[in-house]
């Protein structure tokens, strides 16, 4: 393969895809980035953990051949790059990576790395699954109430940064372009405006409807919400709903009962008759696909938390959502992620919250997020039990209240310990 830096690894054997189906042997490569910020704290936390589950779970059968791979400030203070083209032949090479966050600044400078690895890769869902540990403190009455799993799409929306600067000749040219060739008069301010661009498609958004209706069905979920803002923005947005439909009653029609199903039922022969449709659909146990619009979602989501289990909906509106239903289960400082093409079996996987820079090399924050990610990892890759065990340490050492500063501030009787410590503590539950 050729690198332009990084030197091949030195053992292991890559993991293969056919048809979709991961082929993993038991020494996998597997490149990861440890990530800026607190990145180093929590990476070195995650690897202690995610190895010895696989060591006790597999009796040494198995073991991660971790390869480093390098992006943002590592790598830029190295190669003078922030992703450098290694890194992304590696890990289309090796299929399956994780990272720890990476910096992007705000206003100016580089772009996100974060975005850009999911936009070179096509990793189109974002999967973050939102459960409640018990015992973590949570600002709700009812924090077990909430078992979410987000489907956010990951390579469109306003999120994909095209954008252009104000006062540049570029936003110029846009701007001139919508009000003299496409009648646009609603730029408020037009000669002190930037501009961004909010792409939304019927494939991108097929692909993420079905991920999330093939997980909702594999995993026995009750619903799937598309969460959108379609009033307003109707032919990015409210398109998003439309499409979302179509593909489910097109692909899933014995499978799924969905609520534009209803709205035709009920026009045709009344409320009672969709009543009917939609209590037979849910007794013959169909999956129930349905919408809301985001705002009245996010405040659902706080209200009426078991009406919502599988989401589905766009890049900006998952970023808000995911990190308001993580703060619901206790704060990002658990919760997990990643990013994911279920076709070429490319998957990166990390947590939600970001590089929190005022805590860097402090050994101190929660390493809760990146690890239940490494997680849903072992998950993806078919290693159950390795997962099984790091859930269940996970659930024992926080009932035992021995935590990180982030929960332990909010709890009554707790042992606060240090991000490496938390690690330890995890290993000897397991
Ligand atoms: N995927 C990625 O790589 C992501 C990268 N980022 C990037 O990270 C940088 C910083 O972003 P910012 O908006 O400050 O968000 P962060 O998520 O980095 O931090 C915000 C706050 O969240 C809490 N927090 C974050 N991580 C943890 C943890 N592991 N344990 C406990 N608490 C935690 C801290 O709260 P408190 O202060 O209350 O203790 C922290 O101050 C930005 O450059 C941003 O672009 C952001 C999100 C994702
Ligand atoms: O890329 C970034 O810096 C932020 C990304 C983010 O907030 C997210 O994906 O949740
Ligand atoms: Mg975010």
Redesign the pocket.
């Known amino acids: 393969m050729p690198f332009k830096h990084l030197e091949a690894p030195v053992k292991g054997e890559p993991i293969t895809v056919q048809n979709g189906v991961l082929n993993v042997p038991d020494q996998p490569i597997i490149p990861f980035i440890e990530g800026d910020g607190?990145g180093p704290d929590?990476w070195a936390a995650t690897k202690s953990v995610l190895d010895e589950a696989v060591k006790k779970a597999y009796n040494g059968k198995r073991e991660i051949a971790w390869y480093e791979v390098y992006a943002g400030e590592k790598a830029y203070n190295g190669w003078g790059e922030w992703l450098p083209e290694d890194t992304l032949t590696a890990i289309r090479k090796y299929l399956v990576a994780i990272k720890g966050?990476?910096?992007?600044p705000v206003g100016g400078g580089i772009r996100?790395l974060?975005v850009a690895l999911r936009q070179e890769l096509d990793l189109y869902v974002c999967l973050r699954p939102v459960r409640y540990f018990e015992g973590v403190p949570s600002p709700v009455k009812h924090p077990e109430k909430v078992d979410m799993v987000i489907f956010r799409e990951n390579s469109e929306d306003i999120y994909a940064g095209i954008e252009w600067e104000y006062g540049s000749k570029e936003v110029k040219k846009v701007i001139d372009f919508l009000q003299n060739e496409m009648g646009v008069k609603k730029i408020r301010f037009p000669e002190t405006a930037g501009i961004g661009i909010k792409p939304v498609s019927k494939e991108g958004t097929e692909r993420l409807v079905k991920a999330a209706i093939e997980y909702a069905l594999q995993h026995n979920r009750s619903s799937v919400t598309l969460v959108h803002k379609g009033n307003i923005m109707k032919f990015t947005e409210g398109a998003f709903k439309n499409w979302g439909y179509e593909v489910a009653e097109r692909d899933y029609a014995d499978q799924v009962f969905t609520w534009a199903q209803y709205d035709r039922i009920k026009e045709e022969y009344g409320i009672d008759a969709a009543n009917d449709a939609q209590a037979k659909a849910e007794a013959e146990g169909k999956l129930i696909v349905k919408d809301v619009i985001a705002d009245a979602f996010l405040q659902q989501i706080l209200t009426r938390p078991t009406e919502y289990d599988v989401i589905a909906t766009l890049n900006l509106n998952g970023d808000y959502i995911s990190d308001a239903l993580a703060a619901q289960v206790g704060?990002?400082?658990i919760a997990p992620g990643a990013n994911i093409n279920y076709i070429t079996g490319h998957a990166i996987f990390?947590a939600t919250?970001?590089?929190?820079?005022?805590y860097a090399g402090m050994d101190k924050?929660?390493p809760g997020?990146l690890i239940l990610s490494g997680v849903l990892m072992l998950e993806h890759l078919g290693w159950r039990e390795a997962a099984e065990l790091i859930y269940k340490a996970m659930g024992n050492t926080i009932s035992n209240k021995t935590v990180?500063y982030?929960f332990a501030r909010l709890m009554d009787g707790a042992t606060q310990v240090k991000c490496s410590e938390f690690a330890d503590h995890l290993i000897s539950n397991m």
């Open positions: 607190t929590i966050p990476l910096t992007t996100s974060n704060g990002i400082g990390e919250h970001g590089t929190a820079p005022k924050v929660n997020s990180t982030d």
